[in-house]
C-alpha cells in the first residue's frame, strides 16, 4: 500500500504495553501508526504530521483525556475514539459530549477496537470534502443569532434561547451547511456524536426540539426541512460574521 494512502492514527496512552499492543495489533490492517506517552507528544505529532484518527487514553498523567479531546475539537475536526478504564457512565457520557466519535472500555477485545476504528473512517470519509465550514464568531439567520463566543442562540426580539449541547451542535451544523441536504449518518458525524444504530432516531429527536426553540412548525417547518428518504434540509440564508 502507498504510505501516502494509509490512514495515519496516533495512539495516545502513557502505557507503553498498551500503545505497543495496539501499534502492532494496527498496522498489519494498513495503518500508519504514530505513538504518544502524553498531551504534549500529542501536540508535537499533530504540527507535524496529518493524523486522521486519535485514539486517546481518559486517564493520562497532567493533562488528561477529556482536556485533550476538548482541545482537538476546538482545533480540529479530527475524529477521536477514547479509551476508558472507567466503567461510570458519566466518564464515558462527558467524553462523547466533548466531542469523541466513539469509546472503547478497558480491557478491550483488538478486534473491537479495529471494528470501531474502520467504522468510523468509513463515516468520515464518507462525508463530501467541501463540507468543511468557513470560520465564524456569529451566524445571522431568519433574524435570529448564534453567538459562537458566548454559546448563546438569541430570538429575533433579543431574547437569549437556552439550547442542550446537543441541540447547539446540531444547530451550528445546519448554519455551517445550508441550503444542503444532510442525512442523518452525516449529520451524527458531524455533531460529534457516538456511532448510531441504523435505527437510532436521536438526530430526528434533536431535529424535532430544535424545532420547537426555533419556532418552526413542525407540520410545515420553514427553517429545518425534511426531505424525504434523503435527510434533512436548513433552508435559511445564513450570513457569517467574522470579527
Not at 26 to 38: E, K, N, T, V
Request: hydrophobic share 35%; proline share 5%; aromatic share 6%.
Amino acid at each position: 500500500m502507498d504510505k501516502n494512502t494509509q490512514d495515519h492514527l496516533l495512539v495516545v496512552d502513557d502505557d507503553r504495553d498498551i500503545r505497543t499492543l495496539v501499534g502492532d495489533y494496527l498496522r498489519p490492517y494498513g495503518f500508519r501508526i504514530s505513538l504518544a506517552a502524553d498531551g504534549k507528544q500529542m501536540r508535537e505529532i499533530l504540527e507535524t504530521n496529518r493524523i486522521d484518527l486519535v485514539i486517546l487514553d481518559l486517564m493520562l498523567p497532567g493533562e488528561d483525556g477529556l482536556s485533550l479531546c476538548r482541545h482537538l475539537r476546538a482545533h480540529s475536526q479530527i475524529p477521536v475514539l477514547m479509551l476508558t478504564a472507567r466503567g461510570e457512565p458519566i466518564d464515558r457520557v462527558l467524553g462523547l459530549e466533548l466531542g469523541a466519535d466513539d469509546y472503547v472500555t478497558k480491557p478491550f477485545e483488538p478486534r473491537e477496537l479495529l471494528a470501531r476504528i474502520r467504522n468510523i473512517l468509513r463515516r468520515v470519509q464518507s462525508l463530501p470534502s467541501n463540507l468543511e465550514p468557513p470560520r465564524a464568531r456569529r451566524y445571522h439567520f431568519a433574524s435570529w443569532t448564534l453567538d459562537l463566543e458566548r454559546h448563546q442562540l438569541l430570538s429575533p426580539d433579543r431574547v437569549v434561547v437556552t439550547l442542550s449541547s446537543a441541540e447547539y451542535r446540531l444547530l451550528r451544523v445546519f448554519l455551517d451547511h445550508p441550503n444542503r441536504v444532510l442525512n442523518r449518518d452525516q449529520l451524527m458525524d458531524l455533531t460529534r456524536g457516538r456511532e448510531a444504530d441504523p435505527f437510532d432516531r436521536s438526530i430526528d429527536l434533536q431535529v424535532s426540539r430544535l424545532r420547537q426553540k426555533l419556532g418552526d412548525d413542525a407540520r410545515s417547518p420553514h427553517l429545518i426541512r425534511t426531505v424525504r428518504n434523503e435527510g434533512y434540509l436548513f433552508s435559511a440564508t445564513v450570513e457569517r460574521e467574522n470579527s
